[in-house]
């Protein structure tokens, strides 16, 4: 069997479809370290965490926010289920930002046994990763 040229990318939420395109070369963040997926790939289920996604196409290289959920790999597929995603070009920056001084100040006045200190911790892994994402995956504009 010929190994496929390209990767079909199939990237949704429960809200709405992120991506489906044909890509090069996919980078994904799994529970057990990033992992890259190019054609021909060995059959995958991982489940994924909070962090950056990116995909090749060409020399073009977008990135996209995701915040945990399952991917299943086949050597012509990538097929991505996340309860939240966003391309870097959706990324609200003015929200993200907001969100994290939120989170800081939730943080700072956290005791030791507080649960919502975790979700705290959560939310700013968030805002941070959709702003570091933000500043560096938005497409050059033409």
Known sequence: MAIPKHLQLEF????????????DEVELPGEEGD???????????????TGEMWYRKGSETRR???AGGF??????????????AERAEDID????????????????????????????RIALLRAITRLQISRQGRPPRG
């Open 93 to 120: 920056v003015a929200r993200a930002e907001a969100a994290k001084r939120r989170a800081e100040e939730r943080l700072a006045k956290a005791s030791v046994v507080d649960f919502d200190a975790e979700r705290a």
């Open 12 to 23: 949704v939420t429960p809200e709405r479809a992120i991506v489906h395109d044909h890509v």
């Open 35 to 49: 992992f890259g997926v190019l054609p021909g790939h060995a059959p995958l289920l991982a489940a994924l965490r």
């Open 64 to 66: 996209a926010f995701i």
């Open 71 to 84: 991917v299943e790999v086949v050597p012509d597929r990538v097929s991505i289920l996340a309860p939240v």
